[in-house]
């Protein structure tokens, strides 16, 4: 599993950037051709990764319910998102991993909910939730880097 965290950690520091290097308006600009921006793509990564391990798992999520609501897959942006929502965003980035590899190491990912996902993958336990949310996480980045020309 050290592997799946490093490229989980590996993604998030990219998204990071962005928020890093990116205005509050061009995070916020919806490009042409887009149902979403830049700074839902890097707040929908945290929500999934949070139903795919701990919803799935039947654990309590790391992040806020209401954060996971606003950025779950059928969601889009509703409202602006200001500066200090986005270094909150910015901040679990980073938390929500860490705090998966310390429960992680706890061994609290004990059972699971199969889940097929809209690709058809079927998700059977928390390592199978890892390996398709760095997938996920990849298209996201994807969607970023394509919309960071347009903004």
């Known amino acids: 599993m050290q592997w799946t965290f490093d490229i989980l950690e ?83 980035l980073f938390s929500s991993v860490e705090q998966t590899k310390i429960d992680y190491a706890k061994d609290i990912f004990q059972t699971f909910e199969l889940y097929t996902t809209s690709t058809g993958s079927t998700l059977r336990s928390f390592e199978d939730a890892m390996a398709f949310n760095n997938f996920h996480e990849g298209i996201h980045l994807g969607y970023v880097l394509a919309m960071k020309k347009l903004v």
């Open 10 to 92: 590996k993604n998030r520091k990219l998204m990071a950037s962005f928020l890093d290097n990116f205005s509050v308006a061009q995070l916020n600009r919806i490009p042409e051709g887009f149902n979403n921006n830049m700074i839902w793509n890097i707040a929908h990564v945290i929500a999934t990764q949070q139903l795919l391990t701990y919803k799935l798992s039947g654990i309590e999520m790391t992040v806020d319910s209401n954060f996971v609501k606003r950025y779950k897959k059928g969601t889009q942006p509703e409202n602006l998102v200001s500066v200090d929502a986005i270094a909150a965003i910015k901040s679990m």
